[in-house]
């Protein structure tokens, strides 16, 4: 015979004191699942672009105790999130290992982070609602079923911190109330602040941001003076320090690409290709029911409102930013992160037999997306306004189902050629600039070289054009020279007369490199 002590009485009746409750099962559940499986989307179309090497060059530089530029001969923000960059930075300094390839797992992890983030904020929001049963992922299947969304999860773009920081932010204003202490409503305003410094048109979510967070926090002029104060105080210092030290006041990007200019027509249809590849107009129709449904009956409490419309109007004001620009070459991206900002409050729905019907509607268009959804131009072809799949392009191009790694973008033929000159380049017995002539009896390119300029300090120069292969194939204290004008200043201040290709319309002639850069005394002809 044995005998209970009272501890192990008190121990058991606890244990059975504390029911499980099926339905926050389920949505814990639910949560898990949609993070389980964005994890894997990711993980299955993991890369770095191009464009991504340009960064991680950057990142680079500053690890070798270099300038934070592209080449150590120029002064050149080629990046167009500062965030991003030093991000970079501390994460392969503490981690060691190839920049290009923490680029790609960071980027990974802050992407699923962010839905992770998203999923609970929206969570603890409907339960502040008083929502005490099942809830149903809703909004975050649109995030699920549309390929780009996995694609951009990596990349080595900074795609991944906006949709971290986003959800992020919406996270912190869910939190903030009237009785907030002072150090819950400085650093939320501290992070809200750095919309800027992720990329320099978040500067409007950080505005939508920060005007929220004085109505929830219920602040008076001297609380709201504080708050803009500790916003402003990161992204003003690199503002000064940009000023100072690279001699413009927006990242060299945003130069080259002229942000300031208008292109409605081309922004259009940058938004068309997106739209209709993907029929988004079902989704969003099912979710204006179910934004009908929740808040149209009663009338919502102003904390409701102010957390259901910030991230709604804050993305239409970015939406509308991205089509005055003319959107971009690389389809979707643009896109996703307003996407994601719009869809935030709904990214999960309480149970009930109308959000039932939506939501199981919204899954089997998201099903059908996931499966079937793909732009109607493949691998090397380009869309409407030269618009590309880049994944698959670059993919297609470099002869890599994954190519995350930087050797990864020297596969291909143009790799190999390019590889070889290089090579040869570089091997010449005086400094030499490596450039794509054209002969005229043949009518084909080919590459040629002529002897640098007397007082040029570097090795070996090369004026080309896809900067992130370029990367690769040179050395940090090398001389590369960038035809569309990100890595290079005298390209990225050319003046715009023929609007094209979105991202790639300033191209630098020859003349002005065999002028600034070649021997006189070996340049004949051009």
């Not at 340009?54 to 965030?83: K, M």
């Not at 920049?99 to 603890?124: E, H, K, N, T, Y």
């Not at 470099?398 to 090579?423: M, S, T």
């Amino acid at each position: 015979m044995t005998f209970a002590t009272p501890f192990h009485t008190r121990l058991r009746s606890t244990r059975h004191s504390i029911p499980v409750d099926p339905r926050r099962a389920a949505t814990a559940a639910a949560i898990t699942a949609c993070v389980v499986v964005f994890a894997a989307e990711v993980y299955a179309r993991r890369w770095i672009s191009d464009d991504g090497l340009i960064a991680v060059r950057q990142v680079r530089q500053v690890l070798a105790g270099h300038r934070p530029t592209y080449s150590t001969a120029e002064r050149d923000e080629v990046n167009t999130s500062v965030l991003w960059t030093w991000l970079l930075v501390a994460v392969s300094a503490v981690c060691g290992g190839e920049p290009a390839l923490q680029a790609v797992w960071a980027g990974g992890i802050l992407s699923v982070g962010a839905l992770a983030v998203a999923l609970d904020a929206s969570r603890r929001f409907q339960r502040s609602r008083g929502a005490d049963g099942m809830l149903l992922p809703a909004g975050v299947l649109v995030v699920l079923g549309v390929i780009p969304f996995w694609d951009y999860g990596t990349s080595g773009l900074e795609t991944g911190l906006c949709f971290f920081w986003l959800s992020g932010s919406w996270a912190l204003l869910a939190a903030v109330k009237p009785d907030s202490t002072p150090r819950r409503r400085h650093g939320t305003a501290f992070a809200l602040g750095l919309g800027p410094l992720v990329r320099p048109e978040f500067a409007i979510a950080s505005a939508a941001f920060l005007v929220a967070l004085t109505l929830l926090a219920g602040a008076r002029a001297r609380k709201i003076l504080s708050i803009i104060a500790v916003a402003g105080v990161l992204p003003v210092a690199y503002e000064i320090f940009r000023a100072g030290y690279y001699g413009i006041l927006i990242p060299m990007p945003g130069l080259a690409k002229e942000a300031s200019n208008t292109h409605w027509g081309r922004g259009f249809g940058y938004f068309d290709d997106f739209l209709t590849t993907y029929k988004l107009w079902i989704p969003l129709a099912l979710l204006c029911v179910l934004i009908t449904h929740l808040y149209g009956r009663a009338r919502p409490s102003n904390r409701e409102v102010v957390l259901v419309a910030t991230p709604v109007l804050a993305a239409s004001l970015m939406c509308v930013y991205v089509l005055r620009v003319g959107g971009d070459y690389m389809h979707a991206r643009m896109w996703l992160p307003l996407v994601l900002l719009m869809l935030l409050p709904l990214f999960l729905v309480p149970f009930s037999r109308t959000t039932g019907v939506v939501v199981a509607l919204t899954a089997v268009w998201a099903t059908a997306v996931g499966v079937n959804g793909r732009t109607s131009y493949h691998n090397l072809d380009a869309g409407p306004q030269l618009i590309t799949n880049e994944r698959e392009f670059e993919a297609a191009f470099f002869g890599h189902k994954h190519p995350a790694r930087a050797a990864d973008h020297l596969g291909g033929d143009w790799g190999a050629y390019l590889e070889q000159a290089v090579d040869t380049a570089r091997g010449s017995a005086i400094p030499v600039l490596l450039y794509m002539a054209h002969d005229n009896a043949t009518d084909k390119d080919y590459l040629t070289t002529v002897p640098l300029a007397p007082g040029r300090t570097e090795s070996f120069a090369f004026f080309w054009d896809n900067m992130g292969m370029t990367s690769v194939l040179t050395s940090l204290d090398q001389l590369v020279i960038d035809r569309n004008g990100l890595a290079t200043p005298i390209s990225g201040h050319l003046r715009l007369d023929h609007p094209g290709r979105a991202g790639h319309e300033k191209s630098l002639s020859l003349v002005w490199v065999l002028a600034k850069y070649a021997d006189p005394v070996a340049v004949t002809r051009v």
